[in-house]
């Protein structure tokens, strides 16, 4: 695999900005940035051949800066909701910024999505790191995150991700990579399945209740069978009411690196997206708030133009007592893996 780098722009503080592009034997390759430890551009042949970006983002750093949507970013240190901002670790209540509507989301106002990432890299990969210091968006304990990216000869996009921290606090980290497996235009075609019985009940406000929602019982929030990410989703379905289309956690069924968690593949493309994690849970995202901006290369983008996979624990965890619990102890050391392998063959 080839290493190179290049600038990218300065931030409004005054951080120098790198993109990194990690190129393959067969010429696939993955642009990263510094900024956020971003997903920019994966760019791979359709089943004709035809070389395809097909995650979301930008042109420029003063849009990854000034726009929403977490394009691409690692979120943290937590990702997804924590019910009003209120963390509490040991009786000690921590209270974190509220950024969502009532809720704390992807680490607040200035999560790691918006921070510029100490980079190190060698022939097989790319690793950043940063210091996240007590205090920051409210968050106890001083962590040490670190997150690494390699791309493979295999067209598989392997993360992973480490922390450690000197004081018991709240870690979930995630990529929230937007993809379209066409490279433009809605996803309502691509056929999703994911490995997974149930799902965490949501309230209104995609916060979750603390129940579980048995699939077999709800068909329209059902994708243990391949289906389109469209086909239900207009629906009248109350779990599909509180998340205006998909903004749902899957339990899956068989976390591991060796186990197929969700599959996305595009009949129009031929491409495949299939997706393994360490991880217990995936939020299934329909891009649903994306409003219509300019993307890279002028394309358009549009709600439900992109799909969202962010493998997780699960959200509000510690305040709802889900299992596996997201509090990281000193002396302990986070360890997840998420793989996006992809292939392609003729519709």
Same mark, same amino acid.
């Given at each position: 695999?080839? &290493?190179?780098?290049?600038?990218?722009? +300065?931030?409004?503080?005054?951080?120098?900005?790198?993109?990194?592009?990690?190129?393959?034997?067969?010429?696939?390759?993955?642009? @990263?940035?510094?900024?956020?430890?971003?997903?920019?551009?994966?760019?791979?042949? %359709?089943?004709?051949?035809?070389?395809?970006?097909?995650? @979301?983002?930008?042109?420029?750093?003063?849009?990854?800066?000034?726009?929403?949507?977490?394009?691409?970013?690692?979120?943290?240190?937590?990702? #997804?909701?924590?019910?009003? /901002?209120? @963390? &509490?670790? %040991?009786?000690?209540?921590?209270?974190?910024?509220?950024?969502?509507?009532?809720?704390?989301?992807? !680490?607040?106002?200035?999560?790691?999505?918006?921070?510029?990432?100490?980079?190190?890299?060698?022939?097989?990969?790319?690793?950043?790191?940063?210091?996240?210091?007590?205090?920051?968006?409210?968050?106890?304990? #001083?962590?040490? +995150?670190?997150?690494?990216?390699?791309?493979?000869?295999? #067209?598989?996009?392997?993360?992973?991700?480490?922390?450690?921290?000197?004081?018991? $606090?709240?870690?979930?980290?995630?990529?929230?990579?937007?993809?379209? @497996?066409?490279?433009? !235009?809605?996803?309502?075609?691509?056929?999703?399945?994911?490995?997974?019985? =149930?799902?965490?009940? *949501?309230?209104?406000?995609?916060?979750?209740?603390?129940?579980?929602?048995?699939?077999?019982?709800?068909?329209?929030?059902?994708?243990?069978?391949?289906?389109?990410?469209?086909?239900?989703?207009?629906?009248?379905? =109350?779990?599909?009411?509180? /998340?205006?289309?998909?903004?749902?956690?899957? &339990?899956?069924?068989?976390?591991?690196?060796?186990?197929?968690?969700?599959?996305?593949?595009?009949?129009?493309?031929?491409?495949?997206?299939?997706?393994?994690?360490? =991880?217990?849970?995936?939020?299934?995202?329909?891009? #649903?708030?994306?409003?219509?901006?300019?993307?890279? *290369?002028?394309?358009?983008?549009?709600?439900?133009?992109?799909?969202?996979?962010?493998?997780?624990?699960?959200?509000?965890?510690?305040?709802?007592?889900?299992?596996?619990?997201?509090?990281?102890?000193?002396?302990?050391?986070?360890?997840?893996? $998420?793989?996006?392998?992809?292939?392609?063959?003729?519709?």
């Amino acid at each position: 695999m080839e &290493v190179t780098h290049r600038p990218f722009g +300065v931030t409004k503080d005054g951080q120098s900005v790198t993109e990194f592009r990690l190129t393959n034997r067969q010429g696939a390759y993955v642009k @990263l940035l510094d900024y956020g430890c971003t997903v920019r551009s994966l760019v791979l042949p %359709d089943a004709v051949g035809k070389m395809t970006d097909i995650v @979301l983002g930008y042109d420029t750093l003063r849009e990854y800066e000034e726009r929403d949507g977490y394009l691409g970013a690692v979120v943290g240190r937590f990702a #997804n909701r924590i019910g009003g /901002g209120k @963390l &509490v670790i %040991d009786g000690q209540e921590y209270l974190l910024a509220v950024n969502d509507g009532p809720n704390h989301l992807h !680490g607040g106002f200035r999560g790691f999505d918006r921070r510029v990432w100490k980079a190190d890299w060698n022939e097989k990969g790319i690793t950043f790191s940063r210091f996240s210091p007590e205090g920051e968006e409210g968050y106890p304990g #001083n962590l040490q +995150v670190a997150v690494r990216y390699e791309w493979s000869d295999e #067209n598989e996009l392997t993360i992973h991700y480490t922390a450690e921290t000197d004081a018991a $606090t709240a870690v979930n980290l995630t990529n929230h990579s937007y993809f379209n @497996l066409n490279g433009s !235009g809605s996803v309502l075609e691509h056929l999703l399945q994911i490995n997974a019985d =149930q799902i965490t009940e *949501n309230d209104p406000d995609c916060l979750p209740t603390g129940r579980f929602i048995e699939l077999a019982d709800c068909p329209a929030m059902d994708f243990r069978t391949a289906k389109p990410v469209g086909r239900d989703i207009e629906i009248p379905d =109350q779990n599909l009411r509180n /998340g205006k289309g998909y903004d749902h956690n899957y &339990v899956l069924r068989s976390p591991g690196i060796d186990r197929e968690a969700a599959r996305l593949y595009s009949p129009a493309s031929g491409i495949t997206l299939v997706c393994r994690t360490t =991880q217990p849970g995936v939020q299934l995202y329909s891009a #649903n708030f994306l409003t219509e901006r300019c993307g890279k *290369n002028g394309v358009i983008y549009y709600p439900r133009g992109g799909v969202c996979l962010e493998t997780q624990h699960f959200p509000d965890a510690i305040a709802k007592g889900f299992v596996p619990s997201p509090i990281l102890r000193p002396g302990e050391r986070l360890e997840e893996t $998420t793989i996006y392998a992809f292939s392609s063959e003729k519709p």
